[in-house]
């Protein structure tokens, strides 16, 4: 790996060095500020005297008796059983990455191997398709949805999450599937696979950086989804975003911040394990798995 | 690939699209040239636990027999995107024929709220899709040059901003950055302007919003470049090594082709989302500074009588919007395309 | 001895329980409804009726959902909670059912003040009241030598006073936030100025006139007295203001008093001294500057008569006056027989004894709310005059009038 050519200068490393860490800075401060604050109470993390007592943590100690408290997890897990809500997520996410990943990959697949000039358009039309709002879509299901009582029932959600979502998988995938040469099916198709065994037999094995990366956009997609969830779920098969917004409260009542706080860190957590463990798979599975020549 | 193949390899997908997004939008069109009855209205008598008082109401019996008469309502054509909620074209000729400078002209389209959804939206696409791509280009470029022990943490970490819940995260930062928050804070220290505050003024509310929605999109195109580049092809980098290529023109002249179509992708999606910013306007309540399209259609959905008619021509013109913005890559791609075949 | 008392309390409600068994009712019910505690207590009632399947979807979001999930045939939703301001999409689109003969029947509980009648028929049962008023801090009201203020022009000289004395820089707070909550102050302040928002018997606006500016202008004035972040300050956010002891006065929903009164959430001496008062009037008016608001039930109009009978019988049950108890009691201002104010219920009751206005029940008074919020924040930026913006409002509500079929 570490060829003459890909040496880099001490400067040039340096530069990069800090780079990187300014970018991670930046990018997780946010997330370790909330992870912090969530074992304060409100007044000290959303504090308007002084930011610092968020540091401190002086109410929290006036009442609690000690400057961390567990209140907002108890509150949305034990209290508001936010665990529900985790447990319908994460069933939507595992269908929705499967199904839209399954169709997508038909899908972009057959794009990127055809040659004809419908391919070009059907890709334009889904792009279309990608640009209608989500809000107005949902509003436009909510009638139809009441009347043949789907409503407010998970798979119904999940089918409309993978559909919402198509054009962007198959665009996605299309970009993938055109960097792994023809050559290959072509070859395998010689050699005398239909398409489909070509596509399972040679394709498939060389596929997996743009899947996976693809799966891991499904499953945010699925995963931070609101407009969807929060108008087509009814409440007891309510997903975690719409749970947490419920926290928040309304204009004219007050909600308890600190639950939605401490359930996004705790939200945040199984992200931390799924992208550790894919990370292997997007470092080292994938370049070894990635098209050679 | 031959059609069947292709008819049955797609069949699935374009099933799914054709239910959940084509007839919406067939019946969000329809809906954006119908408009509802003529409410036939009444005085009456209401009364409740604070008295009773004259109001108006509508003659349900009378609206009805309208209603069953036409179910789809009143054939409105394009009135709705002509009135002053959209195009506004009498509000815009009579700015233009009443002006008295082109600044004036400008700041009275600023005052008709499509005008000034779209003046932000561009603001903020075209500001913020090449800083997203270039900033997702060199963390991708940085992260692969660690050891390897390092990048699985970097990338869940670089992932955080899109990761962390818009809704919580938005409130969260639009806390921090409140003039007593923790990077509000900071930036009056910076500034040394003890009275500066983000949230009072337009344009760094602009800024504020704009800054979030790349430190917000750039992980998506980091992934994305990041993916891409375990396949970019070791020999021509040697090649280029070995004719005498700088480090920057190496990244110009083979890393940045390898990856153009996934510049592309990221910038038609990017280009996209970015004309339908929303979240940050409702997150941060900027929208006494910032509007968009989509917060356009938002407040016509959310208010007690809501607007469908309105928000589905929003809707249009948007994907209108959207198209227009989209052909000079739409273009390309075409070339492309065609070049291939 | 606490133990005792909550042996006690539980008795008590195991005794509450046995009343409310004897709901029984014959069919389904199911209800949509805002997400807060006053309205999970009542479906809680509403649930403990034997015999037939209560379903209850509270969310934040019912308004979205209500309208569609009452107009299929059957309607998913037998009975959809709703306020003044929201009860109008319902009746527009004629979704609920009268209510009288069901009150005739069993309706044998309710005072004559909870009936919502709409030209004569019952459309609706109100069961908690709701309104803005006057809070203070009474020690800084205190060092300031001040009273606290009955009119909005008594508030501005004392935030005035307040801020030379150096007690407190933006000594006002208030729900600016641009939006519904800038929309609901301008109709406080133009109904406290006596203003009228459209012509009499029809849909015609009337609020690019003097009466508007003069409200805009008074609006305007007290924002001076506002941290500059006025607009985008939500009544969450001026709440938080509040606790962190920034705010010496504000005009505040009286639904958000418990948590202002709680220990837990504030210091002490903020706690101590927020005093709640009638809210204010303006302009030497007598009408104070501010709404009154109810939240009810109704009926769907599309489903069975059984079903419809069964909702009545569950949602009577919500609202029964036998289950007031400690724990519910708290939760709201009850429009029920045998309710007892509590301390935070001084203010609405105030504005209610004050005659103030309810929030108008008009078809199109929601229009008029969404114009109000998106066009008049460059006023109070300072970006165009108050007769624009309001002339602004009149376009935008015109508009959204004429495509509803409101106006021609």
């Known amino acids: 790996m570490a060829s003459k050519a890909q040496r880099m200068p001490r400067s040039l490393r340096t530069a990069t060095n800090l780079f990187v860490l300014t970018w991670l800075i930046l990018a997780a401060f946010p997330f370790l500020w909330t992870l912090w604050g969530s074992f304060k109470i409100e007044a000290d993390f959303f504090s308007i005297a002084n930011w610092t007592d968020a540091l401190t943590g002086d109410k929290t100690q006036a009442i609690h008796g000690s400057r961390f408290t567990d209140a907002g997890y108890q509150g949305a897990w034990v209290q508001e059983e936010f665990w529900r809500a985790a447990i319908n997520t994460l069933i939507v996410c595992f269908f929705v990455v499967c199904t839209s990943l399954t169709i997508g990959t038909l899908g972009g697949y057959a794009l990127s191997r055809s040659s004809y000039r419908y391919t070009f358009w059907l890709l334009i039309t889904a792009l279309i398709f990608r640009a209608m709002p989500p809000i107005t879509l949902v509003s436009g299901y909510l009638l139809p949805f009441f009347e043949w009582n789907l409503w407010g029932i998970l798979p119904t959600t999940i089918i409309v999450l993978v559909a919402i979502n198509q054009p962007f998988t198959l665009w996605m995938l299309h970009s993938f599937f055109q960097n792994i040469p023809k050559e290959l099916d072509e070859s395998a198709k010689v050699d005398g696979c239909t398409q489909f065994q070509a596509f399972r037999r040679v394709i498939i094995p060389v596929m997996w950086p743009g899947v996976i990366t693809t799966g891991l956009f499904s499953f945010l997609l699925a995963y931070n989804d609101f407009a969807v969830t929060t108008m087509l779920l009814a409440k007891e098969n309510q997903t975690m975003v719409p749970k947490i917004a419920s926290f928040l409260g309304t204009t004219q009542t007050e909600g308890n911040v600190m639950f939605a706080v401490a359930a996004v860190v705790s939200a945040t957590v199984p992200l931390f394990i799924l992208v550790m463990f894919f990370q292997r798979q997007i470092v080292s599975g994938l370049t070894a798995g990635a098209v050679k020549g | ?341 | ?408």
């Open chain 2, 1 to 341: 690939m031959k059609h069947r193949t292709f008819f049955w390899f797609f069949l699935p997908t374009a099933l799914a699209m054709l239910l959940f997004i084509a007839m919406p939008i067939v019946s969000v069109v329809t809906q954006s040239l119908f408009t509802p009855h003529e409410a036939v209205l009444i005085t009456s008598e209401n009364c409740g636990p604070f008295g009773c008082k004259t109001e108006t109401t509508i003659d349900q019996e009378a609206t009805e027999a309208l209603r069953a008469e036409k179910p789809l309502g009143r054939f409105a054509g394009l009135s709705i995107y002509l009135d002053r909620g959209h195009l506004a074209i009498a509000e815009v000729s009579d700015a233009w024929t009443n002006r008295e400078s082109f600044g004036g002209f400008v700041s009275a389209l600023g005052n008709l709220p499509f005008y000034r959804a779209i003046g932000f939206t561009l603001t903020y696409t075209f500001t913020v899709t090449p800083l997203l791509i270039i900033l997702g280009l060199m963390i991708a470029l940085a992260v692969n040059s660690l050891h390897r022990h390092l990048k699985g943490l970097m990338i869940f970490f670089s992932l955080l901003p899109m990761i962390v819940n818009p809704l919580v995260g938005s409130l969260i930062l639009f806390w921090m950055i409140d003039a007593r928050g923790i990077i509000g804070s900071a930036l009056q220290w910076m500034a040394g302007d003890p009275d500066l505050s983000l949230k009072a003024s337009t344009p760094m509310m602009w800024i504020a919003i704009i800054v979030y929605g790349v430190w917000h999109s750039a992980p998506f195109a980091f992934v994305v470049f990041y993916a891409g580049l375990q396949t970019l092809p070791k020999d021509q980098l040697e090649s280029a090594q070995i004719d005498g290529a700088t480090r920057w023109q190496q990244v110009l002249y083979v890393v940045v082709p390898h990856l153009m179509p996934l510049v592309t992708f990221v910038a038609l999606i990017q280009l996209m989302d970015n004309f339908r910013v929303f979240e940050p306007i409702v997150g941060f309540n900027a929208a006494a500074h910032a509007t968009s399209l989509s917060w356009i259609i938002f407040n016509d959905l959310g208010g007690e009588t809501r607007q469908l008619s309105a928000a589905s021509a929003t809707s249009v013109l948007t994907i209108l919007g959207v198209a227009i913005l989209l052909s000079p890559v739409l273009v390309r791609t075409w070339r492309d395309f065609k070049g291939k075949t």
């Open chain 3, 1 to 408: 001895m606490f133990l005792r008392t909550v042996a006690m309390a539980g008795v008590m409600s195991a005794l509450a329980g046995t009343t409310a068994m004897a709901c029984e009712i014959s069919a389904r019910v199911s209800i949509v409804g805002n997400e807060f505690p006053a309205i999970h207590a009542v479906a809680d009632g509403a649930k403990a009726c034997a015999g037939g399947e209560v379903e209850a979807n509270l969310t934040a979001d019912h308004q979205k959902i209500n309208l569609a999930g009452m107009q299929g045939n059957p309607a998913e939703y037998t009975s959809a909670i709703i306020a003044n301001s929201s009860i109008v999409a319902l009746m527009n689109e004629d979704v609920i059912r009268p209510l009288d003969d069901l009150v005739a029947k069993h309706g044998g509980a309710l005072k004559k003040n909870q009936l919502i009648t709409v030209n004569g028929q019952v459309m609706a049962v109100a069961f908690m009241a709701n309104a803005q008023h006057l809070v203070y801090r009474s020690d800084i009201l205190e060092q300031a030598g001040i009273e606290p203020p009955k009119t909005y022009e008594d508030m501005l000289a004392g935030a005035k006073m307040i801020r030379d004395k150096g007690l407190l820089e933006y000594p006002l707070g208030g729900a600016y936030a641009s939006g519904w909550n800038l929309a609901q102050e301008f109709t406080n302040m133009y109904i406290g100025h006596g203003g009228a928002f459209f012509e009499a018997g029809s849909a015609t606006p009337t609020v690019n006139n003097e009466t508007g500016v003069a409200a805009l202008e008074m609006m305007k004035a007290l924002s001076e007295y506002m941290n500059p972040d006025f607009l985008t300050h939500d009544s969450n956010a001026t709440s938080a203001e509040w606790k962190a002891g920034n705010v010496a006065m504000m005009n505040m929903w009286g639904s958000r008093m418990g948590p202002l009164k709680d220990p837990e959430q504030s210091t002490p001496e903020v706690v101590a001294t927020t005093t709640l008062a009638a809210p204010m009037t303006v302009a030497g008016g007598d009408t104070p500057a501010t709404t009154l608001w109810w939240d009810g039930w109704t009926v769907a109009k599309n489903i069975p008569e059984a079903e419809a009978e069964a909702t009545f019988l569950a949602m009577m049950n919500g609202i029964s006056p036998d289950r007031l108890d400690d724990e519910m009691t708290p939760l709201a201002v009850w429009l029920i027989d045998g309710y007892e104010p509590t301390d935070a219920a001084v203010g609405v009751f105030a504005a209610a004894n004050m005659n103030a206005v309810p929030y108008p029940m008009l078809p199109y008074q929601g229009l008029m709310h969404t114009a109000l919020g998106a066009e008049l924040s460059d006023f109070m930026q300072g970006k165009e005059s108050a007769e624009q913006a309001l002339a602004d409002v009149e376009a935008a509500y015109t508009a959204a009038a004429k495509e509803k079929g409101f106006l021609q």
